[in-house]
């Protein structure tokens, strides 16, 4: 996950000198950004995870123990910063973007996420480029996105976990996404955009011979289930957009 992201972050950063270096404008006429918020319509639900053979600490016994996160975002704040590295008249333009978020939630496992998505995207009409006429304007993004969940640790899932040697709760996963948006001018003629975003995971599988085994969950996942939920992340964002 690491390599892939740190990828991204690595062709990102070489398209954005290519483009300074073609001479076709300043990185202000390029730039945008955006503070976006979303009230209660950010949920999270993590890919599932495995455990096996899990040793207890006490007596060495071994068991199958299952895992997943879920959180929910009562109030998600975000930042987004994007370059056009491309545009095609007033109305097109190609972009990279990142639109780190923090978000207030409650989560299985603590308190607190935050998701940092990154990823190239479609400019359409209004917000596509500073000299555009256009009422309205579309934005399609695809990319990869790390997530942390949660910020603060607690609950039952980290003190069942504690009685096993070998089983680690890890905060972090990578995650592709995709986006899209609609902007729109206000009342008071600014810009505005209502953007939904979209990750997904597949979850991990059982691994071989842990259907025979003794399982231990987190107080999450059934017992003796054997599948966990679609592992998702979705968030609806209401976007202010910044001297435009």
């Known amino acids: 996950m690491k390599k892939i992201y740190a990828s991204i972050i690595f062709i990102c950063a070489c398209l954005t000198l290519h483009a300074q270096d073609e001479g076709s404008g300043s990185f202000q006429d390029r730039y945008f950004s955006a503070m976006g918020f979303s009230p209660c319509l950010d949920f999270t639900v993590a ?13 060495g016994d071994t068991v199958c123990f299952l895992h997943q996160k879920t959180a929910f975002g009562i109030v998600s ?40 998505p990154i990823g190239a995207g479609l400019e359409v009409g209004n917000g596509a480029t500073y000299r555009t006429e256009s009422n309205t304007g579309f934005t399609f993004t695809a990319g990869y996105s790390l ?20 089983v680690d709760i890890k905060a972090t996963w990578g995650s592709p996404f995709i986006s899209a948006g609609i902007r729109y001018w206000n009342k008071r003629n600014k810009l505005r955009e209502i953007n939904i975003l979209y990750s997904f995971n597949s979850n991990d599988e059982i691994p071989a011979g842990a259907e025979q085994a003794v399982f231990e969950t987190d107080g999450n996942v059934a017992e003796n289930s054997h599948e966990f939920a679609p592992a998702f992340r979705i968030c609806i964002t209401w976007m202010i957009y910044f001297n435009y």
Not at 47 to 59: E, L, Q, R
Not at 92 to 105: D, G
Not at 151 to 159: A, V, W
């Open 147 to 166: 997530n942390v969940v949660p910020l603060i640790k607690s609950g039952e899932p980290y003190d069942k976990a504690e009685g096993f040697t070998n």
């Open 77 to 116: 704040i975000a930042y987004e910063g994007r370059y056009n590295i491309f545009e095609s008249g007033d109305n097109l333009a190609v972009s990279i973007k990142a639109k780190p978020t923090l978000s207030l939630a409650a989560a299985n496992v603590g308190t607190g996420a935050f998701f940092f």
């Open 47 to 59: 890919p599932g995870k495995v455990f096996y053979p899990a040793y207890h600490i006490d007596n």
